[in-house]
Every structure is written in C-alpha cells, then in structure tokens.
C-alpha cells in the first residue's frame, strides 16, 4: 500500500523559509513524475512544483523562491521554500504520478500546513 506522508510545514514570517519533506513507503512500478501542490482555503489545489524526467517545473508565483529536490534512494522528495510570502499560505500536498501496466494513478499526502506572517 502506497503512502505519502508530509512534513516540515508551520507558522513562519514573511521572509522565511521553511523546507517541506515528503516519505514515500510502498510499491511503485514506474513513477512518472513527483511534485508538490498547494490549496489555499476557498481555492483549488494548484500545483507549485515538480520534476518529470528530470526536468523540474515551477509555478511563475514562486519561481526564483522554491526549489523541488527528490531523493530517489530514499524515496524522499524536498520542497525547499525561500523568501515566503502571505500568499504562500496553504496546505501542501506531495503528489507522486505512478504508471502501472499502462493505468495511470495518482497519490497524494495528506497534507502540511504552511502559515506565513505579515
């Protein structure tokens, strides 16, 4: 059974940096791509960061600010967070994109709360 457990979230000033952390535990077949997204109350869950095939992919909102980073031997993926603003409140969600015998699924984390300060 595959889980995602985040970590690393809490309360920061303006300004701050917080740095996320993902656990990856179970069995994956052929992970496609690892990422984080976020959902502020009110709002759709949008994404913030990923990397698929080596290639990584930003939101323009924190381009410049955060930095994805994975850990394949530790099935570990980081969301290293700089320079953080109000509108960076939200939750954050790990997400990883596995294939399997060509079906596509999804896993998600249940969540870190990240609160910045003004």
């Known amino acids: 059974q595959v889980q995602l457990v985040e970590s690393g979230g ?4 303006a300004g ?24 502020a109350p009110g709002k759709q869950r949008d994404l913030v960061a990923t990397i698929s095939n080596g290639e ?4 323009d ?8 980073s994975r850990d394949s031997a530790k099935n570990m993926v980081f969301l290293q967070m700089n320079s953080l603003k109000s509108e960076d409140t939200a939750v954050y969600y790990c997400n990883v994109k596995d294939t ?19």
């Open 16 to 39: 701050g940096s917080l740095r996320l952390s993902c656990a990856a535990s179970g069995r994956f077949f052929s992970i496609t791509a690892v990422g984080w997204y976020r959902q």
């Open 56 to 59: 990584t992919n930003y939101a």
């Open 61 to 68: 909102s924190v381009k410049g600010r955060f930095t994805i």
């Open 100 to 118: 399997i015998l060509l079906t596509k699924r999804d896993y998600w984390g249940q969540g870190t709360q990240v609160i910045v300060s003004s």
């Open 10 to 13: 809490g309360l920061v000033q």
